[in-house]
């Protein structure tokens, strides 16, 4: 693997020094933030340039960066953010596209495309992200690395831009799971306290339907390596017999949960973007074309499907049980490919990816990916979700996995 | 009690019409919007008349507010709320003090001060209100109304201007229960479902003890009538009981929940503030000194105990659990006189009503408050809470005691 510093990555937006305020579980660890959470005295850019420049500078650091810097680890810099967060590609308008190290002719994968460059790169410990439809679970599959999505709103949300409060998290991206836990247990404020051991391994059909047969290929020696495991059963169920409703996963996630996620981000954007009038990115702008015509007056169906789904699968869920699926169903696209003179290229991208991320964000539930497979040499992530606040179980349980 | 009308209850900011998209469950309902929840194609005020001059007009509704209209009710207006929402008194620099109709010389209470001004002045059904450290369930204590500040995070608050992340919520006041239920149960997007009945009622006695004796023995007789109800157990509780840590309600708010509030506060609008150097009210300005001079590099502790406390909470509540206590311990302060001349008598207010509205701010519970008493003429409010997300429980059990 050819290596990458600070500038060839295209990582970072800014390089600085923010010292830990103290020692603590984090010492000697270094890390980046996202560009839509918050840096004192910096403008945060959202990714995007004119969002930048027409708001001030942050007078606080977000509360994450402070809880990091409290545990004693050292910020190093500011990573590119897809514009305005609204995208799984990594392909900025604005800042460029962050390396994937491990396929430098590929996407990296968006939204967090710097902080999961960065990371591959080596170039930091950990990096923090945020996720509403796959922004740290997708970059960090396509580049390799770990990720951690965590139960919505665990982790204080203050200092982050607004984008989709029904479905937007903050998490980490880091290099090893042990650093991933420590990382994750240091925001999510974790108690000590007993935790089950893993039970049920689901492996949810219907997302190893949607994968390309390469992927699911690379990733059964992974599931099969399950079946030795003492007092665990494995098991291969589909969405039906978890939700008890006839809803298949792309559903699940254009009629339910991307109906909640546009509007949110209709609200979170809207004002400013019809204001400002910005420059935008082709992309962004084909992609935010449907959040301006998308009629909100008939959305209680989907909004109250959502709700539905997320009480289903939390009265399935018990305490040591977790849910296995590829991250990711497909393999990260060649960079340039995903525009609009290839719809059909971004349609399938984003459909069958959305699919399979919007389980866990439908159902509000933790989800880890780990980098354990790889087709072709480029890496494929294997997820594991657990029931909504079992954050501490999945993370140790991930640990016990694949420690 | 004397009447009041859109103009002289000063509850208003702006009054429009938004008829209902369809007919629905809220049929015939009338509701007001508190301003700092967005309403197309125009500015929000946040109750800062410079926060409005600066900021866009919105480009959509709030999707709270879509949620009211899809299902039938019919939205009147914006209601007056505390300046950038950062108080629980009702008296604003730039609206003035929305009438509170039980008591014209007192305080409607904050920040949702026009919401329950509106409500008690029979203007509206219901209205929208945000509930931070009290903002739904002080002014609707205070005015006579009902009120819900739900579990955090139930409702979306996509399009509400964003504040205390980790302990803002979006809720309803309302004329009678059967309304605050019905709308409570769209903005949840409740499921049919079964409920557990009520079998234990917990009498916080931390929170009856910091109460004024007056309201103590007002609401004595509502918590006596629990005794003749079949099948349920009441039982005096302490917070030691509950958590297992010896702890005071008081430590509760001022260790844990309010610094990360007052964190939380400045990552919301220090940019701003600093950047606009905004006119503000002296009362604001007070506060808001304090969220400028804390300091941020040292409140991890507190953010632990904030979630050692939830998680507490979360495992000593059971189904068919609530916790019972005032609503408000002190009784509604006269007009004007909490300002920085009487310092003690600010501190008194604040300090004592936030212990007790500590309580499900740290535990992220449901509670909904019931007009069931009075003090000399002045209305005193009860307050019930259930576990996380027991919301609709919750909503059921207060019906069927007091529907």
Redesign the interface.
């Known amino acids: 693997m050819k290596t990458y510093d600070f500038q060839s990555s295209n990582a970072f937006v800014e390089l600085f020094e923010i010292p830990p305020?103290r020692s603590g579980a984090l010492e000697g660890l270094s890390f980046a933030v996202k560009d839509n959470i918050?840096i004192r005295d910096r403008s945060t850019s959202y990714g995007s340039k004119p969002w930048r420049e027409t708001?001030?500078?942050?007078?606080?650091?977000?509360?994450c960066v402070?809880?990091l810097?409290?545990?004693g680890a050292r910020c190093v810099g500011k990573t590119v953010a897809d514009e305005l967060t609204y995208s799984l590609d990594g392909e900025n308008h604005f800042y460029g596209t962050p390396v994937n190290p491990r396929a430098p002719d590929r996407i990296p994968g968006g939204s967090s495309s710097g902080s999961a460059s960065a990371v591959a790169c080596g170039l930091v410990d950990f990096a923090l992200g945020t996720d509403c439809g796959g922004s740290i679970r997708v970059p960090a599959s396509l580049c390799g690395v770990y990720g951690m999505r965590p139960s919505?709103?665990r982790i204080?949300?203050?200092?982050v831009l607004?984008f989709?409060?029904?479905v937007s998290t903050v998490g980490v991206l880091a290099r090893t799971l042990p650093v991933l836990r420590q990382a994750m247990r240091v925001l999510?404020?974790?108690?000590a306290?007993a935790l089950p051991p893993v039970r049920n391994i689901y492996l949810l059909q219907d997302a190893f339907e949607i994968a390309d047969p390469a992927i699911r290929d690379a990733l059964s020696g992974c599931v099969a390596s399950f079946d030795g495991l003492p007092h665990v059963t494995v098991k291969s169920i589909s969405l039906r017999e978890i939700t008890g409703l006839d809803l298949s996963l792309r559903s699940y996630n254009e009629d339910a949960l991307r109906v909640?996620q546009t509007?949110?981000i209709?609200?979170?954007l809207?004002?400013?973007?019809?204001?400002?009038q910005p420059e935008q990115g082709p992309n962004f702008r084909a992609g935010y074309r449907n959040v301006e015509s998308f009629d909100?007056?008939?959305?209680?169906d989907a909004?109250?499907l959502?709700?539905?789904l997320f009480?289903r699968v939390a009265a399935f869920t018990r305490p040591g049980d977790v849910f296995c699926y590829p991250t990711v169903p497909v393999l990260a696209p060649k960079k340039g490919v995903l525009t609009g003179r290839n719809l059909d290229a971004v349609l399938d991208y984003y459909d069958r990816t959305m699919a399979v991320t919007s389980f866990a964000g439908v159902a509000r539930l933790p989800e880890i990916t780990v980098p354990l497979a790889q087709v072709d040499g480029l890496p494929v992530g294997l997820s594991l979700a657990a029931g909504h606040y079992q954050d501490e179980f999945l993370l140790d349980a991930s640990l016990r996995l694949w420690g």
Do not use: F
């Open positions: 305020y918050d708001h001030p500078p942050a007078a606080h650091h977000a509360v402070e809880q810097l409290m545990a919505l709103h204080s949300e203050a200092g607004p989709a409060p029904s999510l404020r974790s108690q306290q909640l509007a949110e209709a609200n979170a809207g004002g400013w973007i019809r204001a400002s909100r007056s008939a959305m209680s909004l109250n959502c709700e539905a009480a």
